[in-house]
């Protein structure tokens, strides 16, 4: 059963959101929403739920208030079909690649395939290559285990599974986090050509100044309990708030600003 598609809404809309863990509240009445087409960075400190709030959107946390939508649609109470018909629609990076290490990298690819549909594994092998080639690896990544795999190599076959199922939606956690600079803004470029290819809206956490100056259309920080704020980088530098100030303002952030209006 096809969803039906709000093309005019936000891809993302959380209102209201409530996590917590015991005693400990992680977010509290919490709204966001994420435009269509948009690659959206969040930010914000260790443990103030950036995690959380990405497992709340895809269904991997249970909230204790709040709603989620996806495409227009309430993720909370679908019937088994339409969870499913909402899950082949986004993929998903886990923050540490999250391979199978007993699978290839062309089986890993292959699992969520398996999960959805009925293909032949000839077709599916077929599709594997493509979505190797996609993310730029070289043919012979497909074969190999991710133990053989550098750690820019196992980010890229991750998000070659991650896009296994042609998804409109695409989530992040720290995709650069551990790579080289020429790592990581090569993972940066993969981002930004593939949003243009695929049509994408990435939901993207990171604490790499860098991947938010130069492809991200807008910031959310969190902060507080909640998302703080929502801008361009130009209107959070605007942002009077000491977190927001420190983090874009501080040397790391002036470098990252130095860089980009140098065009690097
Ligand atoms: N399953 C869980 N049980 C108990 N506490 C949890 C659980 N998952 C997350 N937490 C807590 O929730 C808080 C937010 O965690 P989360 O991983 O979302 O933070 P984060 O913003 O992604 O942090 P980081 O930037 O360090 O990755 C942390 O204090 C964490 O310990």
Redesign the pocket.
């Known amino acids: 059963m096809a969803l039906e598609d709000d093309r005019r809404g936000p891809v993302i809309r959380v209102t209201g959101l409530r ?1 917590s ?2 005693d ?1 509240v ?1 977010h509290e009445n919490l709204d966001l929403e994420v435009r269509r087409g948009e690659i959206i960075g969040i930010v ?12 709340s959107i895809i269904g991997l ?1 249970r909230y204790t208030a709040g709603e989620v939508e996806i495409f227009g649609r309430r993720v909370s109470g679908l019937g088994e079909l339409e969870e499913l018909e909402l899950r082949r629609q986004f993929g998903v990076l886990f ?1 540490n690649g999250a391979l199978f290490s007993t699978l290839t990298v062309a089986e890993n690819i292959e699992v969520p395939m398996r999960e959805f549909y009925h293909i032949e594994d000839a077709l599916m092998d077929e599709i594997a290559a493509y979505k190797i080639a996609m993310v730029g690896l070289p043919p012979d990544a497909g074969p190999k285990h991710p133990s053989e795999l550098s750690g820019g190599m196992k980010k890229r076959a991750g998000l070659a599974r991650a896009l296994a199922l042609d998804p409109r939606l695409l989530f992040l ?2 995709p650069t986090a551990g790579l080289d600079p020429i790592g990581a803004a090569a993972f940066d470029q993969l981002i930004l050509q593939l949003r243009q290819a695929l049509d994408l809206t990435v939901f993207l ?1 990171t ?1 790499d100044l860098d991947t938010l100056h130069t492809i991200c259309d807008r910031v959310a920080v ?1 902060a507080d309990k909640r998302v703080l704020t929502v801008g361009t980088i130009d209107e959070l530098l605007a942002f009077d708030h000491p977190w927001v100030q420190e983090y874009f303002r501080g040397p790391r952030g002036r470098a990252a600003l130095a860089s980009t209006a140098a065009g690097g």
């Open positions: 996590n863990f015991g400990q992680i914000g400190g260790s443990g103030t739920g950036k995690t959380v709030l990405m497992r946390q923050q956690d720290e956490i604490h969190l």
